[in-house]
């Protein structure tokens, strides 16, 4: 949060949305055996699944904006 700066409380969440999904879906946590948190909380086919559906939704949200 503090490596960037937002103009607008939409610009923040939308950032932090961004950082939440690369911390719980993409970055390997060294803590976790390499593993993501989603891939430690719902396995390693669900996380992906979930990962989709994530995408998917924001996708929408960004086109019906």
């Known amino acids: 949060i503090y490596l960037e700066e937002f ?3 939409s610009e923040l969440l939308s950032g932090l949305k961004k950082y939440f999904e690369f911390y719980d879906f993409e970055r390997p946590h060294p803590s976790l ?3 993501t948190p ?5 396995g390693r086919e669900v996380a992906g699944r979930q990962h989709e559906l994530y995408n998917e939704k924001q996708t929408k949200v ?3 904006s």
Do not use: F
Not at 38 to 42: F, K, M, S
């Open 38 to 42: 989603a891939e430690i909380y719902w």
């Open 33 to 35: 055996l390499g593993k």
């Open 62 to 64: 960004h086109l019906n």
């Open 7 to 9: 103009e607008t409380v």
